[in-house]
């Protein structure tokens, strides 16, 4: 044996040594020591230069048991990294068990990050290799079967992960001892879905099965056992069976208690078990004996400042409440409170959701009284308001009105309140208190038929009669005010809402006492408004105040105490606090049920309430449910045909489409429709009938009524739980109708009216409504707009760092086994996720029905406006009029027909720049306006305007590395929540999702990214937001920081401290982006295995705290403000791409067609403009331009103003992505020709490609030519390519794509070459922090375009381009935050030769001067990608040869030649840098100083690498200074106001081409200008002028100072 040998020898021993040591760690727990032996073992094995077969399988077999050992601790990720290494050992082995095992392994990690298609594929793919060793299914297929069915049942495939299961435990019996452990773990995964299948006794089955194998053989006392006990009492817990579930838990205590100890956190699991059977039996003081041994295992094992302490004080107040014990309730929700504020602050959702605990055992101590009493107390306050003098049979029409009320009787309801109120107007006169009771009243029914101009109508009646009989402060007026208050919510108008219930406080304030149930009444409304408007805690602090009142005054059974808890539960539910939603609404039933009986309308509202809450927890069987509860009630109720209906079959419809069940939702959207259809067909009936009465009463009695006044168009609403004030008197008198009901023959009059009447007004009503709409329809088209209520939100962010999510936790999706990283694009074909929601409430909603909202909004309030003018009325009682001649039939026929052809008469409007719209011209415009409004129109019948606003989510997929891809989708209008792995410091290396480093840190990521939105926006805007009481100003566009992985943090503390950490690198490496950063301090927990309810809490608070941020800035910003035109609405509406199928199902066959004729993917402005003008949505090219660029702040588009003459649009964004991804992300080419893997491999170590590489990647797209072309033209637009022409080949195009270059490229060789010293150049610090990657590629691009030629080459952040007429390469690099340039020549022995070649190359630089060209280049990108640092000034720097900073040479010493003062060391150096690259003629050598000064004259106009020579003398042969004399001037200076100067210089010029055909400003602008030039009008005096036109007064000078001189 040679000495090689010998030490292999002695390695293997110690690696063996190593190995079994780790072994032995392993099976002892110790998974910290085991990895320590196996990580010192792959060092060894590393260091062996050729590894023998031995060594490899010991390598195979370490790393497998590491990955073993980190799925054992769900670090997923780090298990991914040693299987894929482990994978090609096995490989490389050729041993298919062991690639078998690798391919199970990597299966079921992608299992646990929720990648459930590829896991299949894994476990697949390993049971084809097993099945091919062993022909006989054996047991590791058996085991196989057993990892696919966890993945099924994962998926929620209950019956295929049961059949897999079943598979692997035939094979198992078959194979193994029918008593061995391997068969007891499938029965006992069979019981769980079993029991998730609800069926329990299949589930105790085989729990059973599982619990005697392991009894046979562990004995009876495991920890394993304990476990089967307790499955086994969660489900009879589930089957209601609660002392069998108690016999289970405490057989797994018993056993649990002795193995384990009695503070082991299973053990209060177990007690916790426990406690939940104890409270659904109602033994609530069980329960909390159970409680209170679990709070006692959780203090000790995390202290008593935990939210899992605070939880379980929770609960144990939940059971006190549960008991009537409401003051303990109270003391424990006060302990979980006091918890809550010392950790969570109080302004988070946990505290908020104590508060409202709080609230609910408040709320219980009242007593109910019956409705006799109840009436008794009204008729009491009536009387000690209004005095006795009320005739006594109105005040018992009036009570009864309330009785049908309360009644859901709402007819019955208006004909008690209309008797009541006849008699008062005649005893009592029209300005009598009373009578302003009675339109309160009648204003009551009309707000819960959900008429609400009619209740308006009615309040305002009210008064005015009680500011003139009672003053301005009167408690009755404050009821008005009230009630006012609670219709202006319903209505969307917030701020009016709060203002009338801020006027009735302070009335009642100041004429109550403190504790009147009034006051009670008013503050629980203005919690009601807060709700709405998103202000959660608000909400629960004001519906505490009303709770309290109410139970001093009222007791602890009273019906008014059901709608405050009926509010809080609905805040809860808005908080995404479902549970405590649920128990606010079943206290509120309990009530109901006991005082109402189990059939009362009001009992509906509540399942109802359920329901929906169900329904946000995806429980969507159980809301089903409860849905249908709610209906039996109505129906048995006779309110088949209630408004609640129609709002519950809607609700039904929501949870068929989230179960893909469209065709049942479809017929629940037809069941409500028809509902609504039918409620406006009564409501004009009831109108007309009403409206004819009043007529023919007035013609009987010439007195004027009431009921004429009152009767207007509505829609009907769902009414919520909201107090109203209803003056009433004493029911307990008898009715009598006969004093006042009508004579027998005007009834009869009104009998033959009516059957006339009615049967034919219906018809013509509803004819002239739509006319009317129509008309203000075409009048909105014009000038209707509303303010812009949707906003984009974008997740961003490096790789691997929860995006994806925390989007899901914050749109209240389910948390699932996520993606490594955010993968959306490779686990679907999506490249960008997002969700429209509402941010009152956090509730998803389709985009498309927002425009459509906001469309009616418009139109209805032209419709409103138009019923308001009176000659509009006026017209309409003419045609009532006629309906009651004897033409009857010929004049509703006659109407009828003009209806059908819609009104011909002529509308001229006129507009600054738009002519006078003839008749014909208006007709044409009529026509095309008809088939749109006959797609809006139907579903404006029953809708009410949505004052709301919305953010549009996007998690941005698939592109977090290619940052120059960015640019097209960033907007200053959005807002963007920048994620960091808390976990990583930033200054380390990104990592991938195969756990590879990428060459870039943290830090430059997320430099990357601000420089992109920060940078990229010429948007100085400022707005002002307040966030927990602070105000401060911040620029836009905003970010707001967030992090993820929190559940890595030991403690709250170490995460805080990482993340101010995090904060202070960011203000220190980008100081100019402080004000655009906001940093939440939000950490979210991401770990998918982690559902406790307690890490649930946690994101909860979280999402709510992030939730809060960002509507305060959404409503701070003045995107929002902004009025968009109706018109533009329309337009998205039509681009829009719905997102799913339910989306798709809203929208009309027309809106379709319009689509399938005129929508395509890509298209030109030009095919926008004849779209808009196709449809009647077309007001000039400004204004469409406006539009698109609204479209494109939401993502809806990409609108590319630069690209083509005119523009370029794309109108699906999420397919753009997909081809831009297939162009730059390159994947490992595992198959296909030989070439097709050449094309790959030249892309990635060229950093080019062909169009043969383009035309392979996007042929699945099946593009046609000239969409292809229009792409690539696009991509070249944005700098994302750039097109090189091979001069040695003319028919193969290649695209410059410098960052697809491998970062592993061999590195530039430059030992062969004479090389320069190196000339920085960029910008100070506090001016442009950070150059990002994408302007430097933007960089090489544009250079690549000065020197076109194929001799580029490329390596990491660095490309030397060859000048062959030059002789000599430079060499741009990227250096930090800072661009290095350098030059170099080949090198020669010959002296002589070498002299010849210096001086050459030293007469190209020093003439041509390319740093210059460079400096140039970089000033011009900068100043067009990064419009927020226009006006920075690209400087030239050099290196400290001390301190190694860059200096700039502004500090040069003007005394000393190549000298520079360090500002930073403050010490003097000489910079051969300076010498290399700047110097004074003299230096240049005899005989081509001559050539540089002929050089330099001809040089003297470079800038941007465009060669200018003068074409003419500077004055010209009328002796006038020629113009052209100072177009380098202003286009160096002008940036992007030249568009402005060339417009009003000559308007003929075209732009759009110009901006296409140069992609500098410099350039743009220099060749507008020569074009102005050949006009033969242009003159210095005439530059000079516009340019004071355009406020451009520093130009304008410099020019005017030269010329004099």
């Given at each position: 044996?040679?000495?090689q040998?010998?030490?292999?020898?002695?390695?293997?021993?110690n690696?063996?040594v190593?190995y079994g040591?780790?072994?032995a760690?392993a099976k002892?727990n110790?998974?910290?020591?085991?990895?320590?032996?196996?990580?010192?073992?792959?060092?060894?094995?590393?260091s062996?230069?050729?590894?023998t077969q031995?060594i490899d399988?010991?390598?195979?077999?370490?790393?497998l048991n590491?990955?073993d050992?980190?799925?054992?601790?769900?670090?997923i990720?780090?298990?991914n990294?040693?299987?894929?290494?482990?994978l090609?050992?096995?490989?490389?082995?050729?041993?298919?068990d062991k690639i078998?095992?690798?391919?199970?392994?990597r299966?079921?990690?992608k299992?646990f990050?929720g990648?459930y298609d590829?896991?299949?594929?894994?476990?697949?793919k390993?049971?084809e290799?097993?099945?091919k060793?062993?022909?006989k299914?054996g047991?590791?297929?058996?085991?196989?079967?057993?990892?696919?069915?966890n993945?099924?049942k994962?998926?929620?495939k209950?019956d295929?992960?049961?059949?897999?299961y079943?598979?692997?435990?035939?094979?198992?019996?078959?194979?193994?001892?029918?008593?061995?452990?391997s068969?007891?773990d499938?029965?006992?995964?069979i019981?769980?879905i079993?029991d998730?299948?609800?069926?329990?006794?299949e589930?105790?089955?085989m729990f059973?099965?599982?619990?005697?194998?392991?009894l046979s053989?562990?004995g009876?006392n495991?920890p394993?056992?304990?476990t089967?006990?307790?499955?086994?009492?969660?489900?009879?817990?589930n089957q209601?069976?609660?002392?069998?579930?108690?016999c289970?838990?405490e057989k797994?205590?018993k056993?649990?208690l002795?193995?384990l100890?009695?503070?082991?956190?299973?053990?209060?699991n177990?007690y916790?078990y426990?406690?939940?059977v104890?409270d659904?039996q109602?033994?609530?003081d069980?329960?909390?004996?159970?409680?209170?041994?679990s709070?006692?295992?959780k203090l000790?094992a995390?202290g008593n400042?935990?939210p899992s302490?605070?939880?379980t004080?929770?609960?144990?107040?939940a059971?006190?409440?549960?008991q009537?014990?409401?003051?303990?309730a109270?003391c424990?929700?006060e302990?979980t409170?006091?918890?809550?504020?010392?950790?969570?602050?109080?302004?988070?959702?946990g505290?908020?959701?104590?508060?409202n605990?709080?609230g609910?055992?408040?709320?219980?101590?009242?007593?109910?009284?019956n409705?006799?009493c109840?009436y008794d107390?009204s008729?009491e306050?009536?009387?000690s308001?209004l005095?006795?003098d009320?005739?006594i049979?109105?005040n018992?029409y009036?009570?009864?009105g309330?009785?049908?009320?309360n009644?859901?009787?709402y007819?019955?309801a208006?004909?008690?309140?209309?008797?009541?109120?006849k008699?008062?107007?005649?005893?009592l006169?029209?300005?009598h208190?009373?009578?302003?009771?009675?339109?309160?009243?009648?204003g009551?029914?009309y707000y819960?038929?959900?008429?609400?101009?009619?209740?308006?109508c009615?309040?305002?009646?009210?008064v005015?009669?009680?500011?003139?009989a009672?003053?301005?402060?009167h408690?009755?007026?404050?009821?008005?005010?009230?009630?006012?208050?609670?219709?202006y919510?319903h209505q969307g108008k917030?701020?009016?809402s709060?203002?009338?219930?801020?006027?009735s406080?302070?009335?009642?304030?100041?004429?109550?006492?403190?504790?009147?149930?009034s006051?009670?009444?008013t503050?629980s409304?203005?919690g009601?408004?807060?709700?709405?408007?998103?202000k959660?805690?608000d909400?629960?602090?004001?519906?505490?105040?009303s709770?309290k009142i109410?139970?001093l005054?009222?007791?602890?059974?009273?019906?008014?105490?059901?709608g405050t808890?009926?509010s809080i539960?609905n805040v809860y539910?808005?908080?995404?606090?479902?549970?405590?939603?649920?128990?606010?609404?079943?206290?509120?039933?309990?009530?109901?049920l006991?005082?109402?009986?189990?059939?009362?309308?009001?009992?509906?509202?509540?399942?109802?309430?359920i329901?929906?809450?169900?329904s946000h927890?995806?429980?969507?069987?159980?809301?089903?449910?409860?849905?249908k509860?709610?209906?039996?009630?109505l129906?048995?109720g006779?309110?088949?045909?209630?408004?609640?209906?129609?709002?519950?079959?809607d609700?039904?419809a929501?949870?068929?489409d989230?179960q893909?069940?469209h065709d049942e939702a479809?017929?629940m959207?037809q069941?409500?429709?028809?509902?609504?259809?039918?409620l406006?067909?009564?409501n004009?009936?009831?109108q007309?009938?009403t409206?004819?009465s009043?007529?023919s009463?007035?013609?009987?009695?010439?007195?004027?009524?009431?009921?004429?006044?009152?009767?207007?168009?509505?829609?009907n609403q769902?009414t919520?739980?909201?107090q109203?004030?209803?003056?009433?008197?004493?029911?307990?008198?008898?009715?009598?109708y006969?004093?006042t009901?009508?004579s027998h023959?005007?009834?009869q009059y009104l009998l033959?009216f009516?059957?006339?009447?009615?049967?034919q007004q219906?018809?013509v009503?509803?004819?002239?409504?739509e006319?009317?709409?129509f008309?203000a329809?075409?009048?909105?088209?014009?000038?209707?707009s509303?303010?812009?209520?949707?906003?984009?939100?974008?997740y961003?962010?490096?790789q691997?760092?929860?995006?994806?999510?925390?989007?899901?936790?914050?749109?209240?999706?389910?948390?699932i086994?996520?993606h490594y990283?955010?993968?959306?694009a490779?686990?679907?074909?999506k490249?960008?996720?997002?969700?429209?929601?509402?941010?009152?409430?956090?509730?998803?909603?389709?985009l498309g029905?927002?425009?459509d909202?906001n469309v009616?909004?418009?139109v209805q309030?032209?419709?409103?406006?138009?019923?308001?003018?009176?000659?509009?009325?006026?017209?309409?009682?003419?045609?009532?009029h006629g309906?009651?001649?004897?033409?009857d039939a010929?004049?509703?026929?006659a109407?009828?027909?003009?209806t059908?052809?819609q009104?011909n008469t002529?509308?001229?409007?006129t507009?600054?720049?738009?002519p006078?719209i003839?008749?014909?011209?208006?007709?044409?415009f009529?026509?095309q306006?008809?088939d749109?409004?006959?797609h809006y129109?139907?579903?404006?019948?029953?809708?009410?305007?949505?004052?709301?606003?919305?953010?549009?989510?996007?998690?941005?997929?698939?592109?977090?590395v290619?940052?120059?891809?960015h640019?097209?989708?960033?907007s200053?209008n959005?807002?963007?929540?920048l994620?960091?792995?808390?976990?990583?410091n930033?200054h380390d290396?990104v990592?991938t999702?195969d756990?590879?480093?990428?060459?870039?840190?943290?830090?430059?990521?997320m430099?990357?990214?601000?420089t992109?939105?920060?940078?990229?926006n010429a948007?100085?805007?400022?707005?002002?937001?307040?966030i927990?009481?602070?105000q401060?100003?911040y620029s836009?566009p905003?970010v707001?920081?967030?992090?993820s992985?929190?559940?890595?943090m030991t403690?709250?503390?170490q995460g805080?401290?990482?993340?101010i950490?995090?904060?202070?690198?960011?203000r220190?490496?980008?100081p100019?982006y402080?004000?655009?950063?906001?940093s939440?301090?939000?950490?979210?927990n991401?770990?998918?295995?982690?559902?406790?309810h307690?890490t649930?809490?946690e994101?909860?608070?979280c999402s709510?705290r992030?939730?809060?941020?960002i509507?305060?800035?959404?409503?701070s910003?003045p995107?929002?403000?902004?009025?968009?035109?109706?018109?533009?609405?329309?337009?998205a509406?039509?681009?829009?791409i719905?997102?799913?199928?339910?989306?798709n199902q809203?929208?009309s066959?027309?809106?379709?067609r319009?689509r399938?004729?005129?929508?395509h993917?890509?298209?030109t402005?030009?095919?926008?403009?004849?779209?808009a003008?196709?449809l009647a949505?077309y007001?000039?090219?400004?204004?469409?331009?406006?539009?698109?660029?609204y479209?494109?702040?939401?993502g809806?588009?990409?609108?590319c103003r630069?690209?083509?003459?005119?523009g370029i649009?794309?109108t699906?964004v999420?397919?753009?992505l997909?081809?831009?991804r297939?162009?730059?992300?390159?994947?490992d080419c595992?198959s296909?020709?030989?070439?097709?893997?050449?094309l790959y491999e030249e892309v990635?170590?060229?950093?080019?490609?062909?169009?043969?590489y383009?035309?392979?990647?996007?042929?699945?797209f099946?593009?046609d030519?000239?969409?292809?072309k229009?792409?690539?033209?696009l991509?070249?637009t944005?700098?994302?390519?750039?097109?090189i022409?091979?001069?040695s080949?003319q028919d193969?195009?290649?695209?410059?794509?410098p960052?697809l270059?491998?970062?592993?490229?061999?590195?530039?060789?430059?030992?062969?070459?004479?090389?320069?010293?190196?000339?920085y150049?960029?910008?100070?610090?506090?001016?442009?922090?950070y150059i990002?990657?994408?302007?430097?590629?933007c960089?090489?691009?544009s250079?690549?375009k000065?020197?076109?030629?194929t001799?580029v080459?490329?390596?990491?952040q660095?490309?030397l381009?060859?000048?062959?007429?030059?002789?000599?390469?430079i060499i741009?690099k990227?250096s930090?935050?800072?661009?290095?340039?350098?030059?170099?020549y080949?090198?020669s022995?010959q002296?002589?030769?070498?002299q010849?070649?210096?001086?050459?190359v030293?007469?190209s630089?020093f003439?041509?001067q390319?740093?210059?060209l460079?400096?140039?280049k970089?000033?011009?990108?900068v100043?067009?990608r990064m419009?927020?640092?226009?006006?920075?000034?690209?400087q030239?720097?050099?290196?400290?040869c001390?301190?190694?900073?860059?200096?700039?040479?502004?500090?040069k010493?003007?005394?000393q030649?190549?000298?520079?003062h360090?500002?930073?060391?403050g010490?003097l150096?000489?910079?051969?840098?300076?010498n290399?690259?700047?110097t004074d003629k003299?230096?240049l050598p005899?005989?081509?100083n001559?050539?540089?000064?002929?050089?330099l004259?001809?040089?003297?106009?470079?800038?941007?690498g465009k060669?200018?020579?003068?074409?003419k003398?500077?004055?010209d042969?009328?002796?006038?200074?020629d113009?052209a004399?100072?177009?380098y001037?202003?286009?160096s200076?002008i940036?992007n106001?030249?568009?402005?100067?060339?417009?009003?210089?000559?308007?003929?010029?075209n732009t759009?081409?110009?901006?296409?055909?140069?992609?500098c400003?410099?350039d743009?602008?220099?060749?507008?200008?020569d074009?102005?030039?050949q006009?033969?009008?242009a003159?210095v005096d005439r530059?000079?002028?516009?340019?004071?036109?355009?406020?451009?007064l520093d130009?304008?000078?410099?020019i005017?100072n030269?010329?004099?001189?």
């Open positions: 044996m040679n000495y040998q010998s030490i292999e020898s002695l390695t293997a021993d690696l063996k190593l040591k780790a072994l760690s002892t110790d998974d910290q020591q085991a990895l320590s032996y196996y990580t010192q073992a792959l060092s060894q094995i590393e062996i230069d050729d590894s031995d399988q010991l390598r195979y077999n370490i790393l590491i990955c050992l980190y799925i054992r601790q769900f670090n990720t780090l298990a990294v040693y299987i894929n290494k482990a090609p050992i096995a490989t490389k082995l050729q041993q298919p078998a095992t690798c391919l199970n392994r299966g079921k990690i299992g990050n990648d590829d896991a299949l594929l894994d476990h697949n390993s049971v290799i097993k099945l060793l062993d022909k299914e047991l590791p297929v058996s085991y196989s079967y057993f990892d696919i069915a993945v099924y994962a998926q929620g209950y295929q992960a049961v059949f897999m079943e598979k692997s435990l035939k094979i198992q019996l078959s194979a193994l001892d029918q008593n061995h452990p068969v007891a499938t029965y006992n995964n019981g769980i079993y998730h299948q609800g069926k329990y006794d589930a105790v089955s059973e099965k599982s619990l005697k194998i392991q053989i562990l009876d495991r394993s056992i304990a089967t006990y307790n499955n086994i009492g969660n489900t009879y817990r209601g069976k609660y002392n069998d579930a108690v289970m838990h797994s205590l056993i649990q002795p193995l100890g009695n503070n082991h956190l299973s053990v209060g177990t916790d426990l406690g939940n104890y659904d109602g033994k609530y069980d329960a909390v004996s159970m409680y209170d041994k709070l006692k295992i000790s995390l400042n935990h302490i605070a939880d004080f929770n609960k144990m107040g059971v006190s409440y549960n009537g014990k409401y003051d303990d109270v424990m929700f302990k409170l006091k918890i809550q504020l010392s950790i969570l602050g109080d302004n988070h959702t505290t908020a959701n104590t508060y605990n709080i609910l055992a408040y709320h219980n101590q009242g007593k109910y009284d409705a006799v109840m107390k008729l306050i009536n009387l308001v005095g006795d009320h005739p049979v109105a018992t009036n009570n009864m309330l009785v049908c009320h009644q859901a009787k007819d019955d208006i004909k008690m309140y209309e008797k009541s109120l008699i008062r107007l005649s005893a006169g029209q300005q208190p009373s009578v302003a009771d009675i339109y309160n009243n009648i009551n029914v819960v038929e959900g008429k609400y101009d009619d209740a308006i009615m309040y305002e009646k009210s005015q009669i009680k500011l003139s009672l003053g301005d402060h408690p009755l007026l404050a009821d008005t005010y009230n009630n006012m208050g609670v219709v919510h917030l701020d009016d709060i203002c009338m219930h801020q006027k406080l302070k009335i009642k304030l100041s004429t109550l006492n403190d504790n009147h149930p006051i009670a009444e503050y409304n203005i009601n408004v807060l709700d709405h408007q998103g959660y805690d909400a629960i602090c004001m519906l505490e105040k709770l109410q139970l005054a009222l007791g602890d059974n009273h019906p008014t105490i059901t808890y009926n539960g539910k808005n908080q995404g606090k479902y549970d405590d939603a649920v128990c606010m609404f079943e206290k509120s039933l309990k009530i109901k006991s005082a109402l009986g189990d059939n009362h309308p009001s009992i509906a509202e509540i399942y109802e309430g329901a929906a809450v169900c927890q995806s429980k969507y069987d159980k809301a089903i449910s409860f849905y509860r709610a209906i039996t009630i129906i048995n006779h309110l088949q045909n209630h408004p609640d209906l129609a709002k519950i079959y609700g039904i929501t949870c068929h989230k893909n069940q479809t017929a959207r069941r409500a429709n028809d509902i609504r259809r039918h406006q067909l009564i004009t009936i009831n007309t009938s409206k004819a009043n007529q009463q007035a013609a009987v009695e010439n007195k004027v009524t009431t009921a004429d006044e009152i009767s207007e168009e509505s829609s769902q919520q739980s909201y109203i004030s209803n003056p009433s008197d004493n029911p307990n008198h008898k009715n009598d006969s004093h009901q009508e023959d005007q009834g033959f009516n059957s006339f009447y009615l049967h219906v018809i009503d509803n004819s002239l409504k006319k009317h709409y008309t329809y075409t009048q909105a088209l014009k000038q209707g509303c303010k812009n209520k949707v906003i984009r939100a974008m961003i962010g490096p691997c760092v929860g995006k994806s999510s925390i989007m899901r936790v914050f749109t209240q999706q389910r948390l086994n996520l990283p955010t993968q959306i490779n686990q679907s074909d490249m960008v996720h997002l969700k429209v929601y509402k941010i009152e409430d956090r509730t998803t909603h389709h029905q927002i425009w909202n009616f909004e418009i309030l032209e419709y409103e406006n138009q019923m308001s003018n009176q000659q509009m009325l006026t017209s309409r009682q003419e045609l009532t309906l009651l001649s004897k033409n010929h004049q509703i026929g109407i009828q027909s003009t059908a052809n009104d002529s509308t001229t409007l507009s600054s720049g738009t006078i003839s008749p014909d011209d208006n007709n044409l009529l026509q306006c008809r749109l409004f006959q129109y139907p579903s404006w019948l029953n809708k009410t305007v949505d004052d709301s606003q919305y953010a549009k989510i996007w998690d941005f997929g698939g592109h977090s290619y940052h120059v891809t640019q097209p989708f960033i200053a959005s807002i963007y929540i994620v960091f792995n808390i976990r990583q930033i290396q990592l999702r756990g590879r480093q990428l060459n870039i840190t943290y830090l430059q990521s430099q990357e990214w601000l992109s939105i920060i940078g990229g948007n100085h805007d400022k707005m002002t937001a307040t927990d009481n602070d401060a100003q836009l905003l707001i920081l967030v992090a992985h929190g559940d890595y403690s709250q503390q805080m401290d990482r993340f950490q995090f904060e202070r690198e960011l220190t490496t980008m100019r402080k004000s655009n950063i906001y939440s301090r939000i950490i979210f991401c770990n998918p295995k982690d559902n406790s307690i649930a809490s994101r909860e608070q709510l992030l939730h809060q941020i509507k305060s800035f959404i409503q910003m995107f929002m403000c902004t009025p968009i035109p109706i018109r533009w609405y329309i337009m509406t039509i681009l829009h719905p997102i799913d199928h339910s989306e809203l929208i066959s027309y809106i379709n319009i399938a004729k005129y929508v993917k890509i298209m402005v030009q095919q926008i403009q004849a779209l003008k196709d949505l007001e000039g090219d400004d204004e469409l331009i406006a539009m698109l660029s479209l494109h702040d939401l809806e588009i990409i609108f630069k690209a083509d003459v005119f649009v794309v699906d999420d397919w753009l997909r081809i831009f297939a162009i730059i992300q390159l994947h595992s296909g020709s030989l070439e097709i893997q050449f990635s170590v060229s950093g080019k490609i062909s169009t043969a383009i035309d392979y990647v996007l042929a699945p099946q593009l030519d000239k969409t292809k229009s792409i690539i033209h991509m070249e944005y700098d994302i390519i750039c097109a022409t091979n001069d080949d193969q195009c290649y695209y410059f794509v960052y270059l491998r970062p592993d490229v061999k590195p530039l060789d430059l030992s062969q070459y004479h090389v320069s010293q190196i000339l150049i960029g910008y100070e610090h506090n001016d442009i922090p990002p990657d994408g302007i430097y590629y960089l090489l691009s250079c690549l000065e020197w076109n030629n001799d080459k490329l390596y990491y660095c490309a381009y060859y000048l062959k007429h030059d002789h000599h390469y741009i990227k930090k935050s800072h661009i290095a340039v350098q030059y170099c080949q090198r022995h002296s002589n030769i070498a010849f070649v210096r001086d050459r030293k007469n630089i003439v041509k390319p740093q210059q460079i400096k140039s970089l000033s011009c990108i100043d067009e419009p927020k640092f226009r006006g920075a000034v690209c030239y720097y050099v290196q400290c001390d301190c190694r900073e860059l200096i700039n040479l502004r500090n010493v003007e005394s030649k190549n000298w520079i360090c500002q930073k060391c010490k150096f000489e910079s051969p840098s300076i290399d690259w700047i003299q230096q005899q005989g081509i001559n050539q540089f000064e002929a050089k004259t001809l040089h003297e106009n470079i800038t941007d060669q200018y020579n003068q074409k003398s500077n004055i042969a009328n002796n006038q200074v113009p004399k100072y177009f001037d202003v286009a200076k940036h106001d030249w568009k402005k100067l060339v417009n009003k210089l000559d308007h003929n010029i759009y081409e110009i901006e296409a055909n140069y992609s400003v410099y743009r602008a220099y060749n507008a200008l074009k102005w030039k006009s033969n009008h003159t530059l000079i002028q516009v340019l004071h036109l355009i406020r451009r130009i304008a000078d410099a005017t030269s010329n004099d001189e």
